[in-house]
């Protein structure tokens, strides 16, 4: 079968050069992998401004704000959402203004808190919701045992995939943290976070 024209490992880029051959060979499980993280991150993302969110990146806020941050600073929100200083204050500009979020004085007075309003925590609710329901779609064609047995490959490409301390952009951002058993020392992620801090 000939390959579709401008397709291939080795077709030339735009410039005319072959693209240079890289390091990593990918096989079947890294590309299902990748097609699955993708189509789940669309629909997920889709599911987003039905539930009331202005923006994708809001409602990683408002699910962030809702299930784990009390009270963070803009520069603790900045971390855990990966932006840049000025990205976060424009975001929580646009939350604010939209009713979802207030400004506050943080624990030690010399920083600026951000909190949920009435209204945001209706919101991040919802984003919550539309996002379990995305994910039980994704997963109903499991059985039980293939379903256990997904979590537990689940978690062990999770914790591989921990970075050290002061990494930005966290793998739990959008989480449901009692649905992994954040709390009771349950979640791969936090295990191999704490692993890789004591290390």
Known sequence: MTPPSGGGRNAPDRAGTAHAATSYALDRPGNLLGALALAVTDRSF???????????????????????????????????????SSGTVRLVDRLEAAGLVARGEAEDGRATAVVLTPSGRRVAGRVSAARAETLERALAVLTPEQRSAFEELMSLVLAGLVRGPGAVRWICRLCDMGACGWHEGGCPVRQAAVAKAGA
């Open 46 to 84: 889709g599911s987003f401004a039905g539930a009331g969110a202005v923006s994708d990146t809001a409602a990683v806020a408002l699910s962030a704000l809702f299930h784990f941050l009390d009270r963070p600073t803009i520069d603790h929100l900045r971390r855990v959402l990966g932006l840049t």
